[in-house]
């Protein structure tokens, strides 16, 4: 069964507890998913069945849209709600003016200090594993890039962010973040995933409603990063045996398509040939 399925992850299951139904459902051996959601998260999963998990390291990954709510006061182990608290205090008041100026400040390039509660590993080991021993490391920042953020406050100690971001951002520590430019604490209260670039969790389906036979049918292209210019190629037979070619193209990443269907992933070399990088068929 070769599908893509847009789903809304629901909160209290796992990235994976979706994969498993998906598998389970369709009976299809190979399947997965291009972006973890936290089992506290919910939204927007991309799910791949059979052929189609070739596309996994070349979907969509930036401009990951987020709406969390957080509150001020409190900081936790986890930066959720879900973890212990750690930190407390009395915040202040903070009205909209304020909350969108300091969001503004927060728009561009930067780097991020992965929480120990995340599933990113260092030595082989996840983060989360380590911090359940009580054990804290030292983590590298990483670059991230905010595309665009806006706070409001939406009630006493409580607020909204909607926030479009790179991949790899973790939005909690983002929020810390923001806290920290307030001389606040803070902590996430919940986290709803409504877009990865053009693609809307209003144009996905829950697992209720997939089991009742719903269905939508995804273009495979559709999913596939736009880094990588679309080409149609009329003759396929050097493609199909990864054969380097010579093309009229300046962009250096390229999505062969035949008829619709995607059928490899080409990038262009010093030799300034494209080189296959991936067959899709």
Known sequence: ???????????????????????HFYKEKK????????????????????????????????????????????????????????????????DLDECREVALSMVGKQTQIPPMYSAKKINGKKLYELARKGEEVERKPVDIEVYDMKVEPIDKNQYRMDVVVSNGTYIRTLIQDYAKKMNEYATMTSLIR????????????????????????????????????????????????????????????????????????YEKRDDLLYHCVRGLF
């Not at 992850?9 to 139904?21: A, Q």
């Not at 969390?68 to 750690?86: S, Y």
């Not at 009229?248 to 619709?260: A, K, Q, V, Y």
Request: proline share 4%.
């Open 194 to 265: 409504v877009g990865i670039e053009h693609l809307s969790l209003d144009d996905s389906i829950t697992l209720e409603e997939l089991k009742e036979g719903k269905d939508f049918i995804l273009s495979p292209s559709s999913i596939i990063s736009n880094e990588y210019k679309r080409v149609e190629i009329k003759d396929v037979k050097d493609v199909m045996n990864g054969k380097v070619l010579k093309l009229e193209e300046t962009d250096p990443r390229l999505l062969l398509i035949h008829e619709g269907e995607p059928i490899a992933i």
């Open 1 to 23: 069964m070769d599908k893509i399925l847009l789903i809304n992850k629901p909160i209290g299951m796992t990235s994976f507890d979706v994969v498993r139904e998906c598998r």
């Open 31 to 94: 399947v997965g998913h291009t972006g973890t959601l936290d089992p506290n998260a919910s939204g927007l999963l991309i799910v791949l069945l059979g052929k189609y998990t070739k596309l996994v390291p070349f979907s969509v990954k930036n401009h990951k849209h987020y709406i969390a709510t957080f509150e001020m006061g409190i900081q936790t182990d986890t930066e959720d709600i879900w973890g212990t608290i750690i930190n407390q205090k009395e915040p202040m008041i903070h």
